[in-house]
Structures are given as structure tokens and as C-alpha cells.
């Protein structure tokens, strides 16, 4: 190996068009070590190893602040900006070791990675936004995106046009502000989806309104500011051929619209039913982000425009989006992006705001504080004037004042082309940090949406009058799921007596896409890859409501959002067709020989977010067959369905109770009680609770003679009692059904069960009965409950 140069690089100023500027002169070879760190030389000196150091301290520093931060509920990418902002600053107490991290010469090669990784993470951004939003958008809609962006930035400006007469000021910071104030005044469209996504805030109707906003604000920003921008430096140059730039610019878009989407949807329109995006299309889209971005560069635009506009031709969703989201957004995401932050916060200078820049300084603060209280005020009190609640309003105008990465890189691409100040640079980032933090952070903490639906007057089967509907909400997460629910509806017994309507819920996990999406079935278009599975959910339900015709009306809806905040949706459902019971299938599924065939986590999670603040009472089917299978109560014509309930007491055992008296008028269903009582209890008994069980209890022995109904009473002393009792009922049994929680006057008999509880959401006796060790299906049930002063007028009614 030949002798290594004492100097690997040299720096110094040139003169420039305007001013003097930096250059580098570094050799050649100096991009691999290979292996000279053994000979004595520094491995950073060479550009490759450099890189991969750089990286790894970024990343681990960005990880690090996010997890100290985590408690204040602060996204990834704020971390990853004040984690690098506060670790270049300690290094910037020693030269020497920021040269030796950070030289002149590496920032060149970190810089193009990350303004790579960054067109990547746009693309992806794009991949996401669903087109179809700016169809839908209605006109107040418009009219308050558009004034988010324009009423903040001309308040701004005719604050700004006074001041030379009124401040001393020099001339470079006053030709500033206005780019300060449009900077502020701007909100992208990927800044609050991240924020509501971040929240579980997607599907709420906070999150709706805001995601359609922003993406109007989104629009009119970037018209506004690049007509602005043309036209400033036509007239600087005292020419008009920049504004041909514009003309190719809308050339290049509606060449992207007309042409290249196309091409992408056929593609995406290739991939057989179940199968995913082949290595052959993944490099063409590829290939297609990367011409994109260059044509992009070549029209005087940032290559991130080129990627942004890439991504919004491919369809979002599975099977094509998602499997571009999943593969780009890690690398770009986790590596490459915290890399465009250390950029960022190489170019805030804190010093930059004292000294004899004091008073630049304090201008531009107010005018950014302006910009952010015009904002606020003026999307605060239209949301109000379009009948949105003040708390919302309020929430909504927080929330449209956030930003996010886009925002960071638009003020890094301003600073370096030197249209901003350092200190208005650096404002504009720390007032960044503060304004989304706080309001990440306020509405975790203040903001709850199910508050709506505790004001909400809470319905329920036992308060269903005979004449009504009986309005069920069922929750669909895959196929199988249809039979084993079809099946319990028939068996809820539909008549011209007894009718009922079904909403059925077929939902959809989010992926590849950043904003979530709630519509009738008949809309399903907008999902083009969910079409196939919802048109066969619907034809199933559509047959049975056809064989039960004049008894049973069926609804369908399509949701797709992320399993966090999913149950959103059903509620919205719920309360809008003013449910009595919403059936959600178990999480768990079972095999052919009766062991566990897989589980789902997500479906969990929905399931306990629905128990906890339901608006109506909710079923949860576990189904082993009996319910779904061969022998289910539709094929049945000679043979009896036998249902079991098992009534220890307590509100949620008189609903499970009402809701079995309906199944028992079934000609094909036999239904056997089983009242069990406690030898004797440790706890005195509830006497209003008391009264209304025996009430019910005696009302049902009355409604229940000549029926193919069984009342069996049995007394047991503990919860092992209550085991083997429950083994003994399983011999003839289809379907299960009990109540989840039971008075503490009966807490002898499930007290022990405690111990083995996998599934606590389905209470004590519905978690043993979902153990591997019994072979019927279970519907455990759960009434919302009601507040103390409501049992007075609470009345026991039987639907016949």
C-alpha cells in the first residue's frame, strides 16, 4: 500500500456569484479504507467509513431521545431533530472532535444520503395519501383549508409592510419575514396525519375533518408559494423567463396524471388475488421515484417534489402500496432520514439570536407568534361557525398548527439558498419543536373521543320493546368469521314478530395508507384492493336477509383503520343506528382437533377498547364449529340446537338472559338455564340487585311454559364446584352463553378462576370456558353499564 497523504483534505473560500464561497478539495481515493486503520491512519479521514459512523451516532442518538421523550408522547421524527440539535451542540464545545465527526468534507456525502433517504420517505408520504380525499372534500372544507394558510400569511405581511418606517432594520432581514410568514403559515398534509396517527386519532371525527383540511392547506401552500416565488425572482431579474418554469412544471404534472398513473395502475391490477407485488415491479416503481426526481431537479424544484408526485400514482393500500410502504419506508424512515435532521441542526446557531442580532430576532418571533395565533384563531372560529363543538374547534385548530418533516426540510432548503436569516432559521425550528410539541402532548392528555358517547343514551336488548328492530352491529375481521355469525343471527330467531336489522362492519387493518377511511359498502371502489372480499361478505349476508325475507334488513360498512383506534368506527356505527347489542368475534381461532389455530393480538385489542367504553351491550362469540360448522342451527331441520345459560346474577346475566328468551322461540332451539347459587355468600347481596334478578327470573319461569325451555337451579360452595358443574354441562351443548361480570355476592364461586385467567376481558367463567379443555362455542356478554338513578325505570320485557 502506498503511503497515505499527511493532508486528506483542504478547505478555503473562492469567490463566488454573489459572495464568497466554501470549497473542498480532497483526494480521489480517500472513500475506502481498507484496512489502513492497521497501519496508523484515521479511518474517518476516508469518506465511506465516516458515513457508516455518522449514521450509527445519529441513529443511536435519535433512538435515545425518542425513548426519554416517549412519556411526553413526542413523534420519532421531533426526537430525532432535538436529539440531534442538542448532541451537535456538545459537540461543537470541542473542534477537535467535531472535525473529526463531522468534517467540511463528510458533510457533502451525509448530505446526499440523507436528501436520498428523504425523497424516499416523501415518496412513501405520497404512496399513502388517498386521491379520492380531494373528491369528497366539501366546500366549507375548502374554504377553511384555503384561509388556514392564506388569512395567517396576509395578516403577516400587512404587519410587515410598516415596519422600515418604524424599526431600524437592515435590509436582508426585512426581505426575509415574508418567507418566515409563509413558511409558518403553511401545514402539510403528512405533518397531522403523523400526529393523528401517533394519537389513534385517525378515525375520529377530529381526525377526519383535520386530514381533509390539511390536505386543502396542504395545496394551496404550495401554489401560492411557487407562484410567489416565480414571479419574485421574474422581478428581480427583470425577466419573465422563469415563470416558463411553471408551465413545464404543470407539463410534468399532468405527464405524471395522464400517463405514468396509468402505467402504475395497470401494473398494480396484474398482481393475482392474495399474491404480492413482484421484484420486477418494485424495481421499475423505483426506477420511475428516481427519473422523477431528476426531472424534478431539472425544473428547478427539490427531488422530494419528484418522489412526492411518484408516490401519489400508486394506488395506496395492499397488495401494491402496502408492499411499497413496507419495503422503502424502514430503510428510509429509520436510517437515512435522522441523517437529514443532523443537517438540520448542523445549520441551528443558538448564538445567532443574541448579540447584535437581538433586535432581528425579536422581530422575526413576533412575526412567527402572529402567524401561529392567526392560524389558531382563524381555524378556531370557522370550525365553530360550521357548527363543529367548541371542544373539537378547539382541538382542530391545535392540531392544523402542527409540523413535521416536510416543514423541517423546507426550512433547510430556504436557509441554504440564503433566504432566510440564521436566526430566523433557527426560530423557525425551535418554535417548530415547541408549537407541535405541546400540542402532541395536550391532546394525549386532554383530548378523549369516546366522551361523546358517554352522554349517549345507552340501549340494550332488555330495554328493546317487541315491536322494535332488534338492531345489531356485527364486527367482521376475515372470512371466517361470516358463517359462525350468520349462523347466531338465525338463531336470534328473525320473524315478522321479532324482526332485525344487521349493520355488518367489515373491517380492514390500515396499511399503506395515512388516512383511514369509514363508507357503505356500495363506495367500495375507493378500496379497490378490499373489493373481492366485500362483495362476498355482503352476497352471504344479502342471502340470509333474502331467506328471512320481511324479517331481516341488512346494512353494510367498510372501515379501515388501525386496530388502536378501529373500535372508533364501530361506535360511530353504533350510535348512529342506535344499536342494542354490536357481536365481535373472539381473537383466537380454533383447529380441526380443538387446539388453538392462531391468535390475533390486534383483534384483542379492539375487543377491550369495545368493552371498555361501548355505548350499547356487546357479545363476544367464541366459535368452535357448533355455531359456524355443519351442525349449526341453519342446516338443523330435525335435530335441536341446545343452548345453555348459565345465570348467576347481576345486570350482565340479565341481558345474556333476554337475549337467550329471543333465541328460545327458535322451532329449532332448546334452551336450558342453569340458576346457581352459592351455598352461602361472603358478601351481603345488593337487595336492588337482588330484587331485579328474582324479578326477572320469575318473569321468565312465566313467559317460558310450553316451551322447549329448561330451568335448572344448583348450588355450589366454591369456584371448584362451579368447574366441575360447568364440565357437567358440556355434554349436549351447542352455545354457551353467559354474562362477564357477576355480583360480589357470588364472588365465592369465581374467585378461584381468578388464577388461571389468560383472557380476562371475557370474565371469570367466560375465560374458563374459552380454555383448549372445552368443546362449545361460547357468547359472553357485557351491558353497557348505567348510572344508579337510571334502575329505577328499568323494566324487564321480553321480545315474542
Not at 445519529?58 to 426519554?68: A, E, G, P, Q, W
Not at 386519532?201 to 381526525?207: A, E, I, M, T
Not at 391490477?269 to 421484484?279: A, D, L, S
Not at 359456524?628 to 342451527?633: A, D, F, K, L
Request: hydrophobic share 45%; with cysteine; proline share 4%.
Amino acid at each position: 500500500m502506498s503511503r497515505l497523504p499527511a493532508i486528506v483534505s483542504s478547505e478555503g473560500y473562492v469567490p463566488g456569484v454573489n459572495e464568497p464561497e466554501q470549497m473542498i478539495c480532497q483526494y480521489l481515493h480517500m472513500t475506502s479504507s481498507m484496512g489502513c486503520s492497521w497501519l496508523g491512519c484515521n479511518v474517518s479521514a476516508f469518506s465511506l467509513p465516516l458515513l457508516m459512523l455518522q449514521l450509527s451516532i445519529i441513529f443511536i442518538v435519535s433512538h435515545t431521545t425518542f425513548f426519554l421523550l416517549k412519556p411526553l408522547r413526542q413523534s420519532i421524527l421531533s426526537c430525532q431533530l432535538i436529539g440531534c440539535i442538542v448532541f451537535i451542540w456538545f459537540v461543537r464545545l470541542d473542534n477537535h472532535l467535531l472535525n473529526e465527526l463531522f468534517p467540511e468534507s463528510g458533510k457533502l456525502v451525509l448530505d446526499t444520503v440523507a436528501n436520498f433517504g428523504f425523497m424516499l420517505h416523501v415518496f412513501v408520504i405520497g404512496v399513502q395519501i388517498d386521491t379520492n380525499i380531494l373528491k369528497s372534500v366539501q366546500r366549507h372544507i375548502v374554504l377553511i383549508g384555503f384561509m388556514s394558510f392564506i388569512l395567517p400569511y396576509a395578516v403577516c405581511v400587512l404587519c410587515i409592510v410598516p415596519l422600515p418606517n418604524l424599526i431600524e432594520l437592515d435590509e436582508f432581514s426585512f426581505r426575509t419575514l415574508p418567507f418566515v410568514a409563509a413558511l409558518t403559515s403553511m401545514t402539510t398534509f403528512a405533518a397531522v396525519t403523523t400526529t393523528l396517527s401517533d394519537l389513534n386519532l385517525l378515525n375520529s371525527d377530529l381526525g377526519r375533518l383535520s386530514c381533509s383540511t390539511a390536505l386543502v392547506t396542504d395545496s394551496c401552500s404550495y401554489i401560492t408559494t411557487l407562484a410567489l416565488t416565480t414571479i419574485g425572482v421574474a422581478l428581480e431579474r427583470s425577466e419573465w423567463r422563469p415563470l416558463n418554469n411553471i408551465l413545464y412544471i404543470v407539463c410534468f404534472l399532468l405527464s405524471i396524471c395522464f400517463l405514468l398513473r396509468p402505467f402504475v395502475l395497470w401494473m398494480a391490477k396484474r398482481i393475482p388475488e392474495g399474491q404480492q407485488i413482484k421484484e420486477s415491479q418494485f424495481v421499475v416503481v423505483l426506477i420511475a421515484v428516481l427519473l422523477c426526481g431528476f426531472l424534478s431537479e431539472c425544473l428547478g424544484q427539490n427531488a422530494s417534489f419528484g418522489g412526492f408526485t411518484m408516490g401519489m400514482c400508486v394506488p395506496d393500500g395492499p397488495p401494491f402500496g402496502s408492499a411499497l410502504v413496507n419495503r422503502v419506508d424502514w430503510m428510509a424512515t429509520s436510517i437515512l432520514v435522522p441523517a437529514k435532521f443532523a443537517i438540520c441542526a448542523f445549520k441551528v446557531n443558538l448564538r445567532s439570536l443574541g448579540g447584535d442580532h437581538v433586535l432581528a430576532s425579536a422581530i422575526t418571533e413576533v412575526v412567527i407568534t402572529i402567524a401561529y395565533l392567526v392560524k389558531f384563531t382563524s381555524n378556531f372560529l370557522l370550525a365553530m361557525y360550521f357548527n363543529v363543538s367548541s371542544q373539537d374547534a378547539f382541538h382542530f385548530a391545535m392540531i392544523m398548527c402542527t409540523k413535521g418533516i416536510i416543514d423541517v426540510s423546507a426550512f433547510s432548503l430556504i436557509r441554504s439558498n440564503e433566504v432566510v436569516t440564521e436566526q430566523g432559521y433557527s426560530l423557525l425550528i425551535l418554535n417548530m419543536l415547541l408549537v407541535t410539541g405541546s400540542t402532541r402532548f395536550l391532546l394525549w392528555h386532554f383530548y378523549d373521543p369516546s366522551t361523546r358517547y358517554q352522554s349517549y343514551k345507552r340501549t340494550c336488548i332488555l330495554d328493546n320493546e317487541p315491536e322494535d328492530f332488534l338492531r345489531m352491529v356485527v364486527c367482521i375481521h376475515n372470512e371466517d368469521n361470516v358463517p359462525s355469525i350468520i349462523n347466531l343471527l338465525q338463531a336470534s330467531n328473525p320473524s315478522r314478530n321479532q324482526r332485525i336489522e344487521v349493520i355488518t362492519m367489515d373491517l380492514l387493518q390500515l396499511e399503506g395508507r395515512a388516512s383511514a377511511i369509514l363508507i357503505p359498502s356500495s363506495e367500495v371502489k375507493k378500496i379497490p384492493s378490499a373489493q373481492n372480499r366485500v362483495f362476498q361478505v355482503g352476497n352471504a349476508f344479502n342471502y340470509f336477509m333474502q331467506r328471512n325475507y320481511n324479517s331481516v334488513v341488512v346494512e353494510h360498512f367498510v372501515a379501515m383503520a388501525p386496530y388502536d383506534s378501529m373500535h372508533e368506527d364501530i361506535f360511530t356505527i353504533a350510535i348512529n343506528k342506535c344499536a342494542n347489542i354490536i357481536i365481535v368475534p373472539f381473537h383466537k381461532r380454533w383447529g380441526i382437533d380443538g387446539s388453538i389455530d392462531a391468535t390475533f393480538p390486534g383483534i384483542r385489542s379492539v375487543n377491550l377498547k369495545i368493552m371498555e367504553k361501548t355505548p350499547c351491550s356487546i357479545g363476544i362469540l367464541l366459535d368452535r364449529g357448533q355455531i359456524g360448522g355443519p351442525t349449526s342451527v341453519l342446516t338443523r331441520r330435525t335435530e335441536v340446537f341446545h343452548i345453555t345459560l348459565l345465570f348467576l346474577g347481576g345486570e350482565d346475566d340479565r341481558e345474556a338472559l333476554a337475549y337467550s328468551w329471543r333465541m328460545a322461540q327458535h322451532p329449532y332451539v332448546s334452551l336450558l338455564v342453569v340458576l346457581l347459587r352459592p351455598a352461602y355468600a361472603d358478601h351481603t347481596p345488593d337487595m336492588y340487585e337482588k330484587k331485579l334478578d328474582s324479578e326477572m327470573v320469575d318473569r321468565f319461569r312465566m313467559e317460558c311454559k310450553g316451551r322447549d325451555i329448561f330451568i335448572q337451579q344448583e348450588v355450589a360452595e366454591d369456584s371448584i364446584q362451579t368447574a366441575h358443574l360447568l364440565r357437567a354441562m358440556e355434554e349436549g351443548c351447542d352455545l354457551f352463553i353467559v354474562g362477564r361480570e357477576h355480583p360480589p355476592s357470588v364472588s365465592r364461586l369465581t374467585c378461584g378462576l381468578l388464577e388461571w385467567s389468560q383472557c380476562p376481558e371475557l370474565g371469570r367463567i367466560g375465560d374458563l370456558l374459552a380454555t383448549s379443555t372445552f368443546h362449545f362455542s361460547v357468547l359472553v356478554v357485557q351491558k353497557q353499564p348505567l348510572v344508579r338513578i337510571d334502575y329505577v325505570d328499568e323494566h324487564i320485557a321480553f321480545v315474542k
